[in-house]
Nanobody
Framework: QVRLVESGGGLVQAGGSLRLSCTASGSIFSIEDMAWYRQTPGNQRELVARISSGGRTDYADSVKGRFTITRDSAEKTTWLQMTSLKPEDTAVYYC???????????????WGQGTQVTVSS
């Protein structure tokens, strides 16, 4: 019913920039929080950045000042602008959105398939 499609990952040199995007589709009535997580092999998924429907943002300490999360609720899209990238930012990045479907009464988390970001030193 809901599909989140991410794009924008790739290979970049340290100090470079990338912009990830994530667009939801389906029978969506409303979207609350949108967020980006990342995961490296053998580790748990960690929160990178989150933005509420009102525009309040939260960032992991490791990315503050370098990453910026934005959203367009009408387009059901969130972006993660990543600058001054470091090798330790290398991970699979996942988008998640908290969505209420038409006709439903409960909000649910939906996840994208992930996009690989690799930062070379």
């Amino acid at each position: 019913q809901v599909r989140l499609v991410e794009s924008g990952g790739g290979l970049v040199q340290a100090g470079g920039s990338l912009r990830l995007s994530c667009t939801a589709s389906g029978s969506i009535f409303s979207i609350e929080d949108m967020a980006w997580y990342r995961q490296t092999p053998g580790n748990q998924r960690e929160l990178v950045a989150r933005i509420s429907s009102g525009g309040r943002t939260d960032y992991a300490d490791s990315v503050k000042g370098r990453f910026t999360i934005t959203r367009d609720s009408a387009e059901k899209t969130t972006w993660l602008q990543m600058t001054s990238l470091k090798p330790e930012d290398t991970a699979v990045y996942y988008c998640t959105q908290v969505i209420l479907l038409w006709g439903d009464s409960a909000w649910n988390d939906y996840w994208g398939q992930g996009t690989q970001v690799t930062v070379s030193s």
